[in-house]
């Protein structure tokens, strides 16, 4: 299996903050990868796909950059809205994985 | 535009099956490159991939589940079903349900989400 190693599992930070989470794939995934912004309560949000695409109707203060094995997903200007568990999944390989989350919260 | 719903039971007792339905809107399952994924999640955890079924009829499961999984679909009712077999309280979890996007470059990503539903394993 896959492994996607998320870090940080938590980050504390201010409205207009820039914040970035990354994810290590075990092994090489090319640019299988996509970013999901989750709320209790609330269905799961596709973010970023491909590694780097930014998904339609999502504003562009989120980004996404890597490949292989190394990926990060960057908010800049963070907004009240934003504070959600973010995770990352590998679509390269059966079983396909997500990462652990990060639980973005405000300072 | 795409919804996707899912509906079951709320409660099940140790050792039953579960049978979850996904409902759907604004896409179908007979379309190229589409397909209908199930993920958990169970309270204080990451998500968890379960279960995919796609236009062709390609079927793809977690290999930890894989004896205790079973998705089908029903194109005319715009409907895709999970069941869950011997369940144990480990199993309680949310349940969600996503459209499965391919893209040209062979990417496969979950586009659109349901709410989920929340099912709790107990006796």
């Known amino acids: 299996d896959i492994q996607m190693a998320q870090s940080p599992s938590s980050l504390s930070a201010s409205v207009g903050d820039r914040v970035s989470i990354t994810c290590r794939a075990s092994q090489s995934i090319f640019n299988y990868v996509s970013w999901y912004q989750v709320k209790p309560g609330k269905a799961p949000k596709l973010l970023i796909y491909e590694a780097s695409s930014l998904q339609s109707g999502v504003p562009s203060r989120f980004s996404g950059s890597g490949s292989g094995t190394d990926f990060t997903l960057a908010i800049i200007s963070l907004q009240p809205e934003d504070f959600a568990t973010y995770y990352c999944h590998q679509s390269y390989s059966i079983p396909y994985t997500f990462g652990q989350g990060t639980k973005l919260e405000i300072k | 535009q795409i919804t996707l719903k899912e509906s079951g039971p709320t409660l099940v007792k140790p050792t039953q099956t579960l049978t979850l339905t996904c409902s759907f809107s604004g896409f179908s399952l007979s379309t190229s490159g589409v397909g209908v994924g199930w993920i958990r999640q169970p309270p204080g955890k990451a998500l968890e991939w379960l279960a995919l079924?796609?236009?062709?009829?390609?079927?793809q499961y977690s290999p930890s589940l894989k004896s205790r999984l079973t998705i089908t679909k029903d194109t005319s009712k715009n409907q895709v079903v999970l069941r869950l077999t011997n369940l144990d309280p480990v199993d309680t979890a949310t349940y969600y349900c996503a459209h499965r996007r391919i893209s040209l470059a062979g990417g496969k990503d979950f586009d659109y989400w349901g709410q989920g539903t929340l099912v709790t394993v107990s006796s």
């Open positions: 079924i796609y236009w062709d009829g390609n079927k």
